[in-house]
Every structure is written in structure tokens, then in C-alpha cells.
């Protein structure tokens, strides 16, 4: 299981670099860097390739609606140039408010775009001529549309790697089946590793039964909150687990409509069911505060990694057992984030 983290897109970029160039030292295997409505992931990822050495670097993500299939492809490429064959290349749908409100574009058939994006990016690394008639993707033009002067091209370039692995990051049953099928990695939120097949097992279990076996098996991005210590024995882990609350209320609770909230329906499937109703209705009332503080502390725990290093390493089975091949922290405030890397390095390794 390789160790992974993210780039805080809203944070000061130096100090993130800087941090990344540690914990590459201690033993960190992916940075992941963000882009949502912040500035753009593929300069940031750029300067890392040249400030780093071993790591991987990943967008997580980039969304399939700002960008042309073919100007992913070249991205991919180019990335993939610059990092010396260290890239990932992690896409998304993100939301309509992102996509209509910021880019300007209809948030149209999401899952069918990202794998027809899937799809080009793939063709445009092997160098092949640009020809594909999907739902959202036409190349070229079809006839009738702009000058007709369009033919289909290659990249000029030969890249670095003909395969760059493609992650998906996907929610609900018919995206998470096609990421299963078709991706190289996945990409979910609200990981509980003990739990995750009540939401995803069927679906994930239909995908993988239509799998390429040239793609070997998926991969799972799965994060954590990390924070080891004795202190955090037992109700010591409340301070550390009660940071989580804002966010996952606001995710259960805030994000989309009564009747539409894909992170509401995730926290039933988990059996959350009259939390999930109580901290939406709490939360679109206006009472954020008693939203968060109905978060369950069980859920907190369970996706999480705080506790003495006993617990943790027992933890950290959990998340092998349930396939996940990158573990994605997060170290939580007071921790030293260089000591605690390399804890979890050798607690990994001793499990």
C-alpha cells in the first residue's frame, strides 16, 4: 500500500512544495493536487515534477468539462514528460455549479463524457489518429459543423509512457460500475474500509466482471485522517475526529437538494439512515453547527487513523484488506508531519 496526500489548493503553494519535498524524503509515494475553482492543477503539478524526485503526481481531479478529450490527452503527455513518467491523471464531473457557473459549459451526461474522455485520452497517448463518434465526444467535427476542413490528427510527440494510469473519481452505481470496467484507479470519498461494499460491493463487483484484464486489477485511492499518539487513546481522539465534523455536515447535509444529495444517499447505504435525514434537515435550516455535532462519532472513527500506533497498525489491515493500494492522509494538526509520515511508513510495513 503506497501513502499518498493532497496539496492544499487554497494554501500557500511554497509552503505546500516545500512539505511535499519532506515528506518524499519520509517516505510519501503520491501528491495529489486539486483544482475545483482554484487555480489550475497542471502548473502546480509542473513545478512539483521539478521540485521532486521519486513521488508520483496525480490530479485529483481535473474535470472532464474545462478541457477538450484531445487537450487532456496532450496534458496527460506533457505531464507525463515533465515528471519523467511519474504522472497520474485523475478526472471527475465535479458539479453544475463548477461546470455551468464557472466554465460556462451544460452539465450534460457526465459519466458517458469522462469515459469518452477515458477513451480519447488513451488513443491520443498511442499516437492514434483522432476518430471517435460518442455521445460527447465527435472527432472531427462531424459534417455539417464548423468548416469541414477538420481531419483527424495524432499527437506529433512520442510520449514518455503509451499508458498513463486514468482514475476516476466516482460516486453513484452506474459511474462506479463503469470505473470498475474501464479505469485504472478509483477515487471515493467517504471511505470506511470495513463498510464499503454495503455501498459500492455490487457495482464494483458488476464492473470488474466486464474488465479488461489487460488493465490489471483496479486500483483504490482511499483517505484518512492521521493522527498517532497515546493522547489519542479512547476520547482522546475527539479533538482530532471532531475537525472532520464541519466538512461531512456540510457534504451530508449542504450539498444539493433535499431529494438530490449523492453524499446523503452514501451515508445511508451505510446505515446512517435517521442520521443522514436529521443532519440534512439541521443543516438546509440553517443550524450547521448542530449539523456537525450530529455527524456520528462511529463514522469519524472508522474512516479515520487516530489512536497509539497499536491501533493504527491494527487499522491499517482493514484498509489493505479492502483493496485499497493508496492511502491517502491527511495529518492532523499538532502531528509533525515528516515524524508521523514516517511512522506510518514503518507501521505499514510492520502490519
Given at each position: 500500500?503506497k501513502?499518498g496526500?493532497?496539496v492544499?489548493?487554497?494554501?500557500?503553494?511554497?509552503k505546500?512544495?516545500?512539505?511535499?519535498v519532506e515528506?518524499?524524503?519520509?517516505?510519501?509515494?503520491?501528491a495529489?493536487v486539486?483544482?475545483?475553482?482554484?487555480?489550475?492543477?497542471?502548473?502546480?503539478i509542473?513545478?512539483?515534477?521539478?521540485?521532486?524526485?521519486?513521488?508520483?503526481l496525480g490530479?485529483?481531479i481535473?474535470?472532464v468539462?474545462s478541457?477538450?478529450?484531445a487537450?487532456?490527452?496532450?496534458?496527460?503527455a506533457g505531464?507525463?514528460?515533465?515528471?519523467?513518467?511519474?504522472f497520474?491523471?485523475g478526472?471527475?464531473?465535479?458539479?453544475?455549479?463548477?461546470?455551468?457557473g464557472?466554465?460556462?459549459?451544460?452539465?450534460?451526461?457526465?459519466?458517458?463524457?469522462i469515459?469518452?474522455?477515458?477513451?480519447?485520452?488513451?488513443?491520443?497517448l498511442?499516437?492514434?489518429?483522432l476518430?471517435?463518434?460518442?455521445?460527447?465526444?465527435?472527432l472531427p467535427?462531424?459534417?455539417?459543423q464548423?468548416?469541414?476542413?477538420?481531419?483527424?490528427?495524432?499527437l506529433?510527440?512520442?510520449?514518455?509512457?503509451?499508458?498513463?494510469?486514468?482514475?476516476?473519481?466516482?460516486?453513484?452505481?452506474l459511474?462506479?460500475?463503469a470505473?470498475?470496467?474501464?479505469?485504472d484507479?478509483?477515487?471515493?470519498v467517504?471511505?470506511?474500509p470495513?463498510?464499503?461494499?454495503k455501498?459500492?460491493?455490487?457495482?464494483?463487483?458488476?464492473?470488474?466482471?466486464?474488465?479488461?484484464?489487460?488493465?490489471?486489477?483496479?486500483?483504490?485511492?482511499?483517505g484518512?485522517?492521521?493522527?498517532?499518539?497515546?493522547q489519542?487513546?479512547?476520547?482522546?481522539?475527539?479533538?482530532?475526529l471532531d475537525?472532520?465534523r464541519p466538512?461531512?455536515a456540510?457534504?451530508?447535509?449542504?450539498?444539493?437538494?433535499?431529494?438530490k444529495?449523492?453524499?446523503?444517499?452514501?451515508?445511508?447505504?451505510?446505515?446512517y439512515?435517521?442520521?443522514?435525514?436529521?443532519?440534512?434537515?439541521?443543516?438546509?435550516?440553517?443550524?450547521?453547527?448542530e449539523?456537525?455535532a450530529?455527524?456520528?462519532?462511529d463514522?469519524?472513527?472508522?474512516?479515520?487513523?487516530?489512536?497509539?500506533?497499536?491501533?493504527?497498525k491494527?487499522r491499517?489491515?482493514?484498509?489493505?484488506?479492502?483493496g485499497?493500494?493508496v492511502?491517502?492522509?491527511?495529518?492532523?494538526?499538532?502531528q509533525?508531519?515528516?515524524?508521523?509520515?514516517?511512522?506510518?511508513?514503518q507501521?505499514?510495513?510492520?502490519?
Open positions: 500500500m501513502l496526500t493532497s492544499n489548493y487554497a494554501g500557500d503553494f511554497a505546500s512544495v516545500e512539505r511535499v515528506l518524499e524524503k519520509a517516505g510519501l509515494d503520491v495529489w486539486a483544482e475545483a475553482y482554484s487555480v489550475d492543477a497542471v502548473s502546480q509542473g513545478y512539483l515534477a521539478a521540485k521532486t524526485e521519486r513521488i508520483e490530479t485529483g481535473l474535470n468539462y478541457r477538450t478529450a487537450a487532456m490527452g496532450q496534458t496527460a505531464l507525463d514528460m515533465v515528471s519523467n513518467g511519474r497520474i491523471l478526472l471527475g464531473a465535479s458539479g453544475p455549479q463548477v461546470v455551468e464557472f466554465h460556462g459549459i451544460p452539465y450534460e451526461k457526465p459519466m458517458a463524457r469515459q469518452e474522455y477515458i477513451d480519447v485520452v488513451r488513443m491520443t498511442r499516437r492514434e489518429p476518430v471517435y463518434d460518442g455521445q460527447t465526444v465527435k467535427l462531424p459534417e455539417g464548423g468548416t469541414g476542413l477538420g481531419k483527424p490528427l495524432k506529433i510527440n512520442h510520449p514518455v509512457r503509451n499508458e498513463v494510469p486514468i482514475w476516476w473519481a466516482s460516486l453513484m452505481p459511474s462506479v460500475k470505473t470498475a470496467r474501464s479505469a484507479g478509483w477515487l471515493p467517504f471511505f470506511v470495513d463498510e464499503f461494499q455501498v459500492w460491493g455490487d457495482d464494483l463487483k458488476a464492473g470488474t466482471a466486464q474488465r479488461d484484464p489487460s488493465l490489471g486489477r483496479l486500483e483504490i485511492g482511499a484518512a485522517t492521521v493522527a498517532i499518539g497515546e489519542y487513546a479512547g476520547g482522546g481522539a475527539d479533538p482530532v475537525l472532520a466538512q461531512t456540510l457534504y451530508w447535509g449542504g450539498m444539493g437538494a433535499r431529494d444529495n449523492f453524499y446523503n444517499t452514501i451515508a445511508r447505504q451505510y446505515g439512515e435517521a442520521e443522514a435525514i436529521e443532519i440534512q434537515d439541521l443543516y438546509l435550516d440553517g443550524h450547521k453547527n449539523a456537525a450530529a455527524i456520528p462519532r463514522f469519524l472513527e472508522r474512516s479515520s487513523l487516530v489512536g497509539p500506533a497499536s491501533y493504527v491494527e491499517l489491515g482493514a484498509w489493505k484488506e479492502a485499497v493500494t492511502l491517502n492522509v491527511s495529518i492532523a494538526p499538532g509533525d508531519p515528516v515524524d508521523t509520515m514516517g511512522t506510518l511508513r507501521l505499514m510495513e510492520d502490519a
